[in-house]
């Protein structure tokens, strides 16, 4: 029987596999170019908007969940 991929091991799994993948162009053995290719700002960019989304989805599970279930609410006051 297939059980399913729970979400905490499917998030540690793609990080995993991110840092496991993303390794640096010099591990290659074969270099095509010495110079810097002009996509090179590209890599920090994606790196710090995908840290960025991660952050941002935990905050929104803290909020959302977390602290509803504790009965801690968070937006306007009415007054």
Do not use: E, I, N, Q
């Not at 074969?30 to 290719?37: I, S, W």
């Amino acid at each position: 029987m297939h059980k399913p991929l729970k979400a905490g091991r499917a998030a540690l799994l793609s990080v995993v596999l991110l840092f496991a993948l993303a390794g640096p162009a010099s591990a290659t053995p074969v270099v095509l170019a010495k110079a810097k290719p002009w996509h090179f700002w590209l890599a920090p960019v994606l790196g710090l908007s995908f840290v960025g989304l991660l952050f941002m989805m935990l905050l929104g599970y803290v909020v959302k969940v977390v602290m509803l279930k504790y009965g801690v609410k968070v937006g306007r006051k009415t007054t």
